[in-house]
């Protein structure tokens, strides 16, 4: 009995996610080839300005700047989702007896499939660039799972604060767009490590932006400073933000 009720929820929660993502793209002519075609598109778009237009002293500048943005957009997005999670579910929250917090597991992981399409055109440049596979690709599971729990952690924690204060949508706004500028996504990693490196521990995307790209990009080993750090946070946001829910998520029904 146990089993298939673990059974159900994750079928339930496959298809809340998959449903979210459909509704996307579904609605249009080539439907989800968009979540391909968009991104590789934009690589082409930065291939040719960076290399054309605003050159770079930073090597594969175009895939360093798609690197790094589709993982911040992941984070990004991903949390702006959660916010207004609770909101935009009432009618299930209402109607159906479930556990709440698998909502905010599918909604992560609709966003996750995007980031995955994203991930892909990524790596048909980084191939078109004969950049070989290298042993320390092996890290960016471990990088992308680190960002899913980000992710994850800070939209249970928003949207829990977002029961009680509305105006935390506006607030986040300004903090994802300090948070794209304290990453470097468009810059080099030496610009805030040699400077601001408190800022890395502050801002764990910053880290996550960085060993992605050098274990994937460079092929070389992660900081192992910053990528432990990194875990540890995520992991301490998705405990504090689960704990915060359960305590007070239960008047968020009727303050919706």
């Known amino acids: 009995m146990l089993a298939k009720l673990e059974n159900n929820r994750i079928e339930r929660i496959w298809l809340l996610a998959k449903i979210d993502f459909k509704k996307r793209y579904y609605d249009h002519g080539l439907g989800i080839l968009w979540a391909l075609i968009n991104p590789l598109f934009k690589l082409a778009v930065y291939y040719f300005v960076f290399t054309h237009i605003m050159t770079s002293r930073v090597p594969s500048f175009a895939l360093y700047l798609f690197s790094g943005l589709i993982t911040w957009l992941f984070f990004a997005q991903g949390t702006k989702k959660g916010i207004n999670l609770l909101k935009n579910k009432k009618y299930l929250i209402e109607s159906i007896q479930f556990e709440q917090l698998d909502l905010f597991v599918a909604a992560t992981l609709s966003v996750f499939y995007a ?142």
Do not use: C
């Open 115 to 256: 980031f995955l399409f994203k991930l892909a055109a990524y790596f048909v440049i980084h191939f078109a660039y004969l950049i070989p596979i290298q042993p320390y690709m092996l890290y960016m599971p471990i990088l992308i799972l680190n960002t899913f729990v980000l992710v994850l952690g800070v939209s249970i924690l928003l949207a829990t604060i977002n029961i009680y204060i509305r105006d935390i949508e506006h607030a986040w706004d300004m903090v994802t767009l300090a948070g794209f500028w304290l990453t470097p996504i468009i810059y080099p990693k030496e610009a805030l490590l040699e400077k601001f490196y408190i800022l890395a521990y502050i801002n764990p995307m910053a880290g996550i932006v960085i060993n992605f790209r050098e274990t994937v990009l460079y092929g070389r080993p992660p900081l192992y400073e910053l990528f432990f750090y990194d875990i540890a946070y995520a992991i301490v946001v998705l405990v504090v933000g689960v704990f915060l829910y359960k305590k007070y998520a239960h008047k968020a029904v009727e303050k919706l």
